[in-house]
């Protein structure tokens, strides 16, 4: 038969919010929860991932899982930081995570990279719970270690459940002004209609048990379909980094959503001047912690399955793009492949215009999102490019037409030294900052002046 290669993949979790807002804190109690439960050799790290087998999510949420219940393998988590823009996380066709948890700290609600997350989740139509963290910070806080949260909740005294439901109802507002209807995740019926939002403690536990519970429901009740995969099929992922290791030169990593990839694969990925073709040298993934004492911090697998985060080592990769798509070529025609990953790029290309702005990006998601950003602002746009602002990116801008055009935004990007200079002397301004609302703002406030 052809089915039998068909399986259900793990759900990509993306942990998204502000800087220090406790992302990474959230994991890391997840991962130290498995450690006391006896289950840490099943949690596997990946490359800017973590997988979490469901049988672990149910010696964690205790009696809130019943692993019967669930037909899915777990869930792999993404942790993002917060200068990181999220936009990276794309696949063919929107957003590369099948669900997110929004990480907002209780006593700061709302910041700017909270904005921007839920902008991208709008837009993509990503299903997100709310996960309001660091609840033991409210004074008196009365704790009991990784205890379900309606539980440890219900057992604070009046004022303190009434200092944490002030704080609570403010990010309920929050979501609410931009168009979601959230609540308490206990009292949610419908979490496709509505935002679950969970109170934990990174610090705690308190709320870790239902966190993971609520993410396993989501994914079971409304994304199994898309789970179903042809694992052994070839490999389709996005890259997230392009980063230089020692002793392997230019390696991707990558987030792989679907089939299969092996050592000495042909893969395609997408370079900033052409598509780019090469053969994998070497899969690694980060060493467990145990033998961090050996010379490599990688270990060479020779194949691995979706959903999981993988270093890539092959050769000619200088040109890839963080954001691009990496798709293995297995036994198709390579130009397929390549025109498989063209169209792809080009359905992320920014329509640009005889006259207008400069925009430079770190990576393709986050050029995607600027544009969309800035067509809402009616903002028209001249040049669209992955990288620094070089001293070309100067010229374009300084022979605009209209004055208000010689700006350029760069977004989580550096401005290289000649770049600078030459800046100063054609008058053409360069905002950067690594939130895309505030950059369309201080262009806006840049246009105003100017008009005046
Ligand atoms: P970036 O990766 O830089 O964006 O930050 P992050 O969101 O990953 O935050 P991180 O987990 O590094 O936590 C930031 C700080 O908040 C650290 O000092 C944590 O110890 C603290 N913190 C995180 N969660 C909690 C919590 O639940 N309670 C308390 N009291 N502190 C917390
Ligand atoms: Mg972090």
Known sequence: TTSTDAALRTPIVAVLGHVDHGKTSVLDKVRGSAVIEGEAGAITQHIGATAVPLDVISEIAGELVDPTDFDLPGLLFIDTPGHHSFATLRSRGGALADIAILVVDVNDGFQPQTEEAIEILKRSETPFIVAANKIDTVPGWNPTEDAPVQATYESQSDRVRGDLDEKLYEIIGQLSDRGFSADLYWRVQNFQNNVGVVPVSAMTGEGIPDLLTVMMGLSQRYMKEAMEIDVAGPGVGTVLEVKEEKGFGTTLDVVLY???????????????????????RALLKPRPLSEIRTESRFEDVDELKAAAGIKIAAPELDDAMSGAPMRVVRDREIDDVVSEVEAELADIAVDTEEQGIVVKADTLGSLEAMSNALEEAEVPIVRAEVGDVAPRDISVASTAEDPMHEAILAFNVDVLADAHTAAENQDVRIF?????YRLIEEYEEFVEEREQ
């Not at 092996?262 to 598509?275: F, L, N, Y």
């Not at 950067?432 to 895309?436: L, Y």
């Open 258 to 280: 679907d089939g299969t990839v092996k050592e000495d694969d042909t893969i395609v990925v997408g370079g900033a001047d052409s598509t780019i073709v090469t053969d994998v």
């Open 432 to 436: 950067e900052s690594d939130v895309i």
